[in-house]
């Protein structure tokens, strides 16, 4: 026999001034094969039209469906029912800004932060459609790749205890980034350069070492093994500053 299912789901428009936070109580029997985002949908269409949630590809590629499920930052298109009890409490991910109920603004946080990281290729040679990149090694390509398997969901952020914290801290997404630049050789940044943008306090020595972000990564990133690369990268750069000599004064 199917499940009944009680989904618990937060509700808040902050856009009406009549609204205020509510959790809405659903009862929706449980099919074969169901995820979360064919229940929100089925709930949507079958008892509350004015439901916000985000979604698009289905997939767990876009990202779009991110929310706290039962306590735990998750995809809703990846979330079988029959993974969860028979009680569902829906959350939307914190640290992002609330557009309605389920639904988040994690474009606005990326795009800065990626602003702030500088989430490019930088190099002073210009793109000429003739010439054939330079062929890179297997290895290295894949382990670029592996760090560009990143769909910015926003599940990481919302799980981190850093950033639940504060405002300024950029997340385990920009140091999987730095790291995924620092890896590639087309990008001519120095040491230097790379340490201004996360050997700070707002980057990986702000990390407090938790891990929750690897644990909810629904693309299972290596986020802590680039975590501990990029703190010994990041300390090595400091140290060899201190050490520095320095320039002796003209007599």
Not at 34 to 41: R, S
Not at 87 to 103: R, Y
Not at 106 to 121: A, E, L, P, V
Not at 153 to 181: K, P, Q, S
Request: aromatic content about 8%.
């Amino acid at each position: 026999m199917s499940r009944q299912l009680i989904f618990n789901i937060f509700r808040y428009n902050p856009q009406d001034p009549g609204s205020l936070p509510r959790t809405d109580t659903f009862i929706l029997e449980e099919t074969p094969s169901m995820t979360l985002f064919i229940a929100l949908n089925r709930i949507r269409e079958e008892q509350d039209p004015s439901l916000q949630f985000d979604f698009a590809c289905r997939m767990a590629i876009c990202g779009s469906c991110g929310m706290v499920i039962n306590g735990r930052p998750g995809l809703a298109c990846k979330t079988l029912t029959k993974e969860l009890p028979a009680e569902i409490t829906l959350m939307p991910l914190p640290v992002f800004k609330l557009v309605g109920d389920l639904s988040v603004d994690t474009g606005t946080w990326f795009r800065t932060t990626n602003t702030k990281i500088q989430s490019w290729i930088h190099t002073d040679q210009e793109f000429d459609p003739a010439v054939v990149e330079e062929r890179m090694e297997n290895d290295l390509a894949n382990a670029i790749f592996e760090l560009e398997r990143c769909i910015e969901c926003g599940c990481c952020v919302a799980a981190c205890g850093t950033a639940n914290m504060r405002e300024d801290f950029v997340g385990a997404f920009a140091l999987n980034r730095i790291a995924r630049f620092m890896l590639d050789p087309r990008d001519q940044r120095s040491e230097a350069e790379y340490f201004e943008v996360v050997g700070t306090d707002q980057g990986v020595f702000g990390c407090m070492g938790l891990l929750a972000c690897e644990d909810v990564c629904p693309r299972e990133l290596p986020l802590q093994d680039q975590l501990g690369i990029l703190r010994r990268k990041m300390g090595f750069i400091s140290l060899k500053s201190l050490f520095k000599p320095k320039a002796r004064a003209a007599s």
